[in-house]
């Protein structure tokens, strides 16, 4: 029940930051920011994968320049992170996992809203999806 509630709160407020944060006239630090944050979890070995990718996801929020939206997706992040924790890393899941945070960093940097929230909600289904069948 806990990891349900865990992953539909998630697949609420991710899109919607990412969403939002595509709305955002950004600096030029900001966008530096979010393309490193990407590039980081690429180049992340399998252990510190997690914590890059946590990161990226913590960049989205904090750009929106709202500090709710920061709250909730540390807590949908904290909260995954306990559940994905359990599971091996899988190479497939990983490489589909950048080209979507590819695409989503990309979408916030050109200001389309509708492709990061979008894009956004597949990267959560993709997760739920990998717990589902991991987890049972």
Known sequence: AARGAAVVFRRDVEPGAARLAAT????GDQRAWLLESCRAVR??????HRIADSR???AIATVTGSPMVVEAVTRAQAALGELLG???VLRTNIEHSHDQ???IVAAILTGDPDTAR????EH???TSALLRGLIG
């Open 101 to 103: 945070h590819d695409t």
């Open 124 to 126: 959560c289904d993709a």
């Open 24 to 27: 955002r006239t950004l600096s």
């Open 43 to 48: 180049q992340a070995d399998p252990a510190a």
């Open 56 to 58: 990226l996801h913590l």
């Open 86 to 88: 359990a599971i091996p």
């Open 118 to 121: 979008t894009t956004m909600e």
